[in-house]
């Protein structure tokens, strides 16, 4: 199972990749500016976005023996990555994402989920204030309660893929909500149980767009 998670993210990585770079070639045909690739001034990254949200999140503990709920609480800071691949279509967005994130955890024991994602995130223009995006993120984290599957609390693992909608509803400011699976292991880097905890959220929020 440990092997199985860095592949699928792997897999969720290159698929955000090959989407961005297959926008490219149109954009480059709207310029008229044969200089442009080589101007490094304009290949930098940039802040494009800070977001805050929240959602649910249910699964099982325990081998599926008992129900656990978490209230995820976490802000996104995004990078925009265009300018680095040369993406200059506006209707195609690659975002480097920071998401740290604290969550409360409700069980038989109370805990929380605290660590920092780091992920791309795709976004692609539906029609005038309507996005779809894919995203996918891995985060060093800490669990803070007992498990069947992970044994004592401790350093984890996060991997999460998902997708969802954003609405814009202003020029800077926008609202998104979508869906997330969520896995959780340490990937045999300590020594303790190692069987994995899944887990499906909804998430939804609120964005600032630069």
């Known amino acids: 199972m440990t092997i199985i998670k860095p592949r699928l993210f792997c897999f969720f990585i290159s698929f955000f990749l090959l989407a961005a770079l297959d926008s490219r070639p149109a954009a480059i045909a709207q310029t008229d500016n044969p200089h442009a690739d080589t101007d490094t001034g304009k290949r930098r990254i940039s802040l494009n976005e800070l977001a805050f949200g929240t959602g649910y999140i249910r699964g099982t503990l325990d081998h599926g023996s008992r129900d656990h709920a ?8 995004g990078f925009t990555l265009n300018p680095l691949f040369g993406i200059r279509s506006e209707r195609a967005s690659l975002q480097l994402a920071l998401e740290p994130f604290l969550n409360p955890v409700s069980s038989e024991t109370d805990g929380v989920e605290a660590g920092i994602g780091i992920g791309l995130r795709y976004r692609h223009k539906l029609s005038l204030p309507l996005d779809i995006y894919i995203e996918g993120s891995i985060a060093p984290m800490y669990l803070g ?10 350093f984890n693992f996060l991997d999460q893929a998902g997708a969802g909608l954003q609405y814009r509803i202003t020029k800077t400011n926008a609202l998104f909500g979508g869906y997330r699976f969520r896995h959780i292991s340490h990937a045999g880097t300590m020594d303790r149980s190692n ?14 767009l630069y």
């Open 70 to 77: 978490v209230y995820p609480a976490f802000v996104r800071i």
């Open 145 to 154: 309660i007992d498990t069947g599957e992970q044994g004592a609390g401790g």
């Open 195 to 208: 069987d994995g905890i899944n887990s499906h959220a909804l998430v939804l929020g609120v964005s600032w």
